[in-house]
T-cell receptor
Framework: DAGITQSPRHKVTETGTPVTLRCHQT?????MYWYRQDPGHGLRLIHY???????DKGEVSDGYSVSRSKTEDFLLTLESATSSQTSVYFC??????????????FGPGTRLTVL | SQQGEEDPQALSIQEGENATMNCSYK?????LQWYRQNSGRGLVHLIL?????REKHSGRLRVTLDTSKKSSSLLITASRAADTASYFC????????????FGKGTLLTVNP
């Protein structure tokens, strides 16, 4: 299994509080992604990173920010959590040099509940 | 917006039967991938088929791609109870950042 961990694995928070989710990889992969998964919507891309300090928005980026200060860590921040951000969040990584195309490897997910 | 749309949304079969799931997409692609997700877990990559390929095999998996119809199918032969999971197609429309767009998935239940 690819070395990807997410922390925390579960979190319950209140509306209006800031929340930071962490994705950590030990694979030295260049690309990292944050998705959210909701019933009826599948996986939707929030933000992604194509290198240290290089990030861009995905399909559902409003209300989220990211940072990548080193290759192995990609942080997702909800500046002021809302109930609509209750979801399961997945981090994924990809290696452009793998020769297998852009296969993505996923972390175990973080279940976030905003009350 | 979702690029890939799987069909059916849910499929229930008996062990030993074959399972076929379909994926349709809207724009041209560089490749199409299938992923599997067991309940409560992250997604796991199954197979990738490039736009210039028509069929690919991996163990009990067979994937076809018809770029003229913008569709793909995933066939799982001789299914097992352990194949019970959600299956997602994901499309890569090209570009330098290797982004994928996922469909909503097919929930496959294989009954013992």
């Amino acid at each position: 299994d690819a070395g990807i961990t997410q922390s925390p694995r579960h979190k319950v928070t209140e509306t209006g509080t800031p929340v930071t989710l962490r994705c950590h990889q030990t694979e030295n992969h260049r690309y990292m992604y944050w998705y959210r998964q909701d019933p009826g919507h599948g996986l939707r891309l929030i933000h992604y990173s194509y290198g240290v300090k290089d990030t861009d928005k995905g399909e559902v980026s409003d209300g989220y920010s990211v940072s990548r200060s080193k290759t192995e860590d990609f942080l997702l921040t909800l500046e002021s959590a809302t109930s609509s951000q209750t979801s399961v969040y997945f981090c994924a990584i990809s290696d452009s040099n793998s020769g297998r195309g852009n296969e993505q490897f996923f972390g175990p997910g973080t279940r976030l509940t905003v009350l | 917006s979702q690029q890939g749309e799987e069909d059916p949304q849910a499929l229930s079969i008996q062990e030993g039967e074959n399972a076929t799931m379909n994926c349709s997409y809207k724009t041209s692609i560089n490749n199409l991938q299938w992923y599997r997700q067991n309940s409560g877990r992250g997604l796991v990559h199954l197979i990738l088929i490039r736009s210039n390929e028509r069929e690919k095999h991996s163990g009990r998996l067979r994937v076809t791609l018809d770029t003229s119809k913008k569709s793909s199918s995933l066939l799982i032969t001789a299914s097992r109870a352990a194949d019970t999971a959600s299956y997602f197609c994901a499309t890569d429309a090209g570009g330098s950042n290797y982004k994928l767009t996922f469909g909503k998935g097919t929930l496959l239940t294989v009954n013992p």
